[in-house]
């Protein structure tokens, strides 16, 4: 299923054209028994009145204008009166609740790939598309809310009548109805046929939007670096070409469903318009009544709009289909990273014990290239250790293990004394508190961004928190204080109040481990001395890793572990490091004495 997925968003079709993929709304339809049954008891009711009529219509030709009973024809007005309210009250009742149950499923299906994209892990998104999959989720959802919806209603309504008028020719002529029936197949065969060729060309422009569409919010998300670059024009043409390969999908799509309603329309009339000289020739020859001729004639017009009315709907019933699809290969998808089957609890209270042990790790998006080999160590309760070493020697990547966003190749992992592979990555995760390189900042309130770390969490602790990490002072000059909206990915803070923003949401948490990543890599030099000094608070009695290319941040460090092409290849303190000339000496030089040529190769 994974492997499906990443086909579908790689551009290649699933050869599928039939409706199973709406079986997937299946469950979520039965949730609501009870108003599924008064809908269908609406559109029998609606049907059953519908199909009234022509008997009506019969017993008023042979019988309402002989003169003998000048009260008939009044009694069958009246008649028909109300078996139109009861027509009108049934459809309007059977609207409502089909309806209703389209806008239930499609927030329920909505919710339900929301749950499940927040649970499959990184690796997923790592080859997926952010915009094709808010595509599905919201693109894909519309579509079938339009055909649960109304199409769902119309295509019942008239499977309906078809069905019920088809049974009442058969009742009324069985001669004309056996020629009706044999003509059925070469009508219904084609329909059939050109349905899969709209459905093949529903998906692919449904994929063609999506591609714009992610497109566009990449664009949008990144909008200052193609300003900057001067790249508009290039960026406009890239989605302008996008958008109108999306058309040009559409289009032949609604190209093939006009053909297919008018195909479908002049085989139906046509069928009927033959029926009728026949019928017509029975009549003359005393073989069928007036009446009955009309009566079947009325059945045949109400089978042969309702066989048009499904053939005008299978093509938006097809575009869910489609669109059904695509949401079912994105639930189908397994993430990468599953709790066990017997879970081993975590030990109680945490002491935030970490270890190591031969750890190899590659990700499965480079599989030729390894980032870290047979990495082990172990680091106590209350330590602090910094990792250092180049871009690329695996650093982050120790983070993404910690955190069981990946699981290794191969090695252990520990927390506590528990395999972390054991263990329920969400109770791991409660015991760790991340400040990433990369801040993230939610469009909401800068209360809400800091209360992220801890949900309900008093306002007293948000502002102990935010004082703590020297946030306090910028969010009150704020027009709201604490209630100020910040701007999408926080792009109304500066990178240093981002950093203390992080900082504070990681006090708020309150966790025995604790990431810091970069913590302080976007401070000027009397911000990051505020910060380090709520760091130093934050920090204290809490396991600590620390990522730091600035080594300045990292000297107070009980140990520092220095990695390359992911192996540790020194350990110790800052003195004691800077003292044996190796790489970390050689770093250090480079940062701490500019003017000082870097340490050879042959000296370490």
């Known amino acids: 299923m994974r492997d499906q997925a990443n086909e579908t968003t790689n551009g290649e079709k699933p050869s599928r054209t039939d409706l199973r993929p709406l079986r997937t709304l299946v469950p979520f339809v039965m949730r609501y ?28 030709i042979d019988h309402g204008f002989t003169g003998d009973d000048g009260g008939f024809i009044d009694r069958y007005f009246t008649m028909m009166i109300i078996v139109v309210l009861v027509l009108s009250i049934a459809s309007a009742s059977r609207y409502y609740f089909v309806t209703w149950l389209g806008e239930r499923v499609v927030s329920d299906l909505r919710v339900a790939v929301f749950d499940h994209l927040t649970r499959l892990s990184p690796a997923f998104f790592d080859r997926s598309k952010s915009g094709e999959v808010v595509s599905r989720l919201t693109a894909d959802t519309t579509q ?113 469903r006009a053909v297919l309603t008018a195909f479908a329309l002049f085989l139906v009339f046509a069928s009927v318009v033959a029926v009728l000289w026949i019928g017509a020739q029975d009549v003359m020859a005393g073989r069928l009544t007036p009446g009955a001729l009309g009566q079947f004639v009325l059945y045949a017009v109400f089978a042969a709009g309702a066989l048009g009315e499904l053939s005008q709907v299978w093509g938006e019933i097809a575009q869910a289909s489609g669109a059904a699809e695509r949401l079912s290969e994105l639930l189908a998808v397994q993430s990468d990273v599953e709790p ?33 080999d047979s990495l082990s160590f172990e680091i106590e309760p209350g330590e602090t250790v910094a990792i250092v070493g180049p871009s690329g020697a695996g650093k982050s990547t120790v983070f993404q293990l910690l955190l069981r966003f990946y699981d290794s190749v191969s090695g252990t992992i520990t927390v506590d004394g528990v395999a972390i592979d054991q263990a329920d990555p969400e109770d791991l995760r409660q015991r760790i508190a991340l400040v990433p390189q990369d801040i993230v900042v939610f469009a909401a309130s800068a209360a809400e961004n800091i209360r992220f770390g801890r949900p309900g969490a008093a306002d007293d602790e948000v502002r102990e928190a935010a004082r703590q990490a020297r946030a306090d002072t910028f969010i009150a000059e704020m027009p709201e204080g604490y209630d100020t909206l910040i701007g999408e990915r926080g792009v109304t803070l500066s990178g240093g109040q981002r950093q203390r923003l992080a900082i504070a949401r990681a ?37 600590t890793l620390v990522i730091a290319h600035r ?25 004691a490091l800077v003292g044996k000339g ?10 701490f004495d500019a003017d000082r040529a870097p340490i050879s190769a042959a000296s370490a």
Do not use: C, W
């Open 340 to 372: 066990p089957v017997h879970v081993v609890s975590m030990p109680t209270p945490a002491e935030g014990r970490v270890a190591f042990k031969d750890v190899h790790f590659i990700y499965p998006e480079r599989a030729d290239a390894r980032v870290l």
């Open 144 to 256: 079938i809310k339009a055909a649960v919806g109304a199409s769902a209603s119309v295509a019942l309504r008239n499977l309906f009548l078809f069905v019920g008028a088809t049974a009442m020719m058969v009742v009324t002529s069985p001669r004309l109805s056996g020629m009706v029936l044999i003509a059925i197949p070469f009508i219904v065969l084609p329909i059939v046929a050109f349905g899969r060729a709209v459905r093949r060309r529903s998906r692919l422009a449904q994929d063609t939007l999506a591609d714009a569409a992610a497109f566009a919010s990449e664009a949008v998300g990144a909008i200052r670096v193609v300003q900057a670059f001067t790249r508009e024009r290039d960026t406009r043409r890239r989605f302008a070409n996008a958008v109108e390969k999306a058309f040009r999908a559409a289009r032949a799509s609604m190209a093939a």
């Open 33 to 60: 028994r009870g108003r599924l049954l008064l809908a269908f008891l609406a559109l029998v009711t609606a049907s059953a009145a519908t199909l009234a009529v022509p008997l009506a219509v019969r017993r008023m």
């Open 507 to 543: 006090i708020l948490r309150d966790a025995p481990v604790l990431l810091l990543d970069e913590a302080t890599s976007a401070l000027d030099a009397q911000s990051e001395a505020l910060v380090q000094d709520a760091l130093d608070t934050l920090m204290a009695g809490r396991t």
């Open 551 to 575: 080594l300045a941040t990292v000297q107070r460090a009980d140990r520092i572990l220095v990695l390359d092409r992911g192996r540790i290849i020194e350990a110790g303190t800052h003195a």
């Open 582 to 591: 190796g790489l970390y000496a050689e770093l250090a030089a480079l940062q």
